[in-house]
């Protein structure tokens, strides 16, 4: 079931194959993954059908929430970067009905294999933000968990999957994120502090510069984190 699924999604994607822009889009993520070579509106296009086909199966099929995951784990360890573009776009069309606790488990992994800031940042900001608003328990635990982790990118995680929360985000408990990793040099976590306070910017800036003012944050997230104020 799983391989034919995945065989049809390689059948719509073939016949785009651009070796030239492939390179290219290669290129912009400094080398690390290897591309078809589609456009995001290209490829968004011709995966449509395949992720709408998807969607009926699943409002028939009771096991339809562990097969997604079958199904994204599946593109995520196929070797162009297109394939994990669109698992990400299929776990992020995901119907709440099909939200779980237990996602901890597969968003973890996701974030920590072929990572890079494509990715880690689509599904942060997008399906474990909604997921952690499901599950703030879980999600509490989860990101006590990670926010230790030796993988930087579970910590950036951690850092901007509030990105889209507006004026509900929890500044208490980003601050404290913050005050954790501030003292980490990497580009990613300075990049992640200032812009989760940046976009808090927009909706608080009082707060964003209480925290400035409370915290000795400098460089690039102090950079990041002022653009607004």
Same mark, same amino acid.
């Given at each position: 079931?799983?391989?034919?699924?995945?065989?049809?999604?390689?059948?719509?994607?073939?016949?785009? &194959?651009?070796?030239?822009?492939?390179?290219?889009?290669?290129?912009?993520?400094?080398?690390?993954?290897?591309?078809?070579?589609?456009?995001? @509106?290209?490829?968004?296009?011709?995966?449509?059908?395949?992720?709408?086909?998807?969607?009926?199966?699943?409002?028939?099929?009771?096991?339809?929430?562990?097969?997604?995951?079958?199904?994204? &784990?599946?593109?995520? +360890?196929? @070797? @162009?970067?297109?394939?994990?573009?669109?698992?990400?776009? %299929? %776990?992020?069309?995901?119907?709440? =009905?099909?939200?779980? #606790?237990?996602?901890?488990?597969? *968003? #973890?992994?996701? %974030?920590?294999?072929?990572?890079?800031?494509?990715?880690?940042?689509?599904?942060?900001?997008?399906? *474990?933000?909604?997921?952690?608003?499901?599950?703030?328990?879980?999600?509490? @635990?989860?990101?006590?968990?990670?926010?230790?982790?030796?993988?930087?990118?579970? /910590? &950036?995680?951690?850092?901007?999957? /509030? *990105?889209?929360?507006?004026?509900?985000?929890?500044?208490?408990?980003? #601050?404290?994120?913050?005050?954790?990793?501030?003292?980490?040099? +990497?580009?990613?976590? /300075?990049?992640?502090?200032?812009?989760?306070?940046? /976009?808090?910017?927009?909706?608080?800036?009082?707060?964003?510069?209480?925290?400035?003012?409370?915290?000795?944050?400098?460089?690039?997230?102090?950079?990041?984190?002022? =653009?607004? *104020?």
């Amino acid at each position: 079931m799983i391989e034919e699924t995945i065989l049809q999604l390689e059948e719509l994607f073939e016949p785009f &194959r651009n070796a030239k822009r492939a390179q290219t889009a290669s290129a912009y993520l400094r080398d690390q993954f290897p591309f078809i070579g589609m456009k995001t @509106e290209i490829r968004r296009a011709a995966q449509k059908s395949w992720i709408d086909s998807l969607k009926i199966i699943e409002d028939k099929n009771p096991d339809s929430y562990r097969e997604k995951w079958l199904i994204i &784990r599946a593109l995520w +360890e196929k @070797e @162009e970067r297109d394939y994990q573009h669109t698992a990400i776009d %299929l %776990l992020n069309s995901m119907p709440k =009905k099909f939200y779980s #606790e237990d996602d901890a488990v597969e *968003l #973890e992994w996701l %974030l920590n294999h072929k990572s890079w800031w494509d990715s880690v940042d689509s599904i942060a900001s997008n399906y *474990l933000g909604k997921w952690a608003i499901l599950f703030p328990g879980k999600a509490r @635990e989860t990101f006590e968990k990670w926010r230790y982790h030796e993988s930087f990118w579970l /910590q &950036r995680s951690c850092l901007i999957y /509030q *990105l889209k929360y507006k004026d509900k985000v929890d500044s208490a408990y980003l #601050e404290d994120l913050i005050r954790q990793m501030n003292s980490n040099k +990497e580009f990613f976590i /300075q990049k992640a502090i200032g812009w989760s306070l940046r /976009q808090l910017s927009k909706y608080n800036p009082q707060e964003v510069t209480r925290i400035l003012g409370n915290n000795s944050i400098k460089g690039l997230a102090l950079r990041e984190a002022s =653009k607004y *104020l």
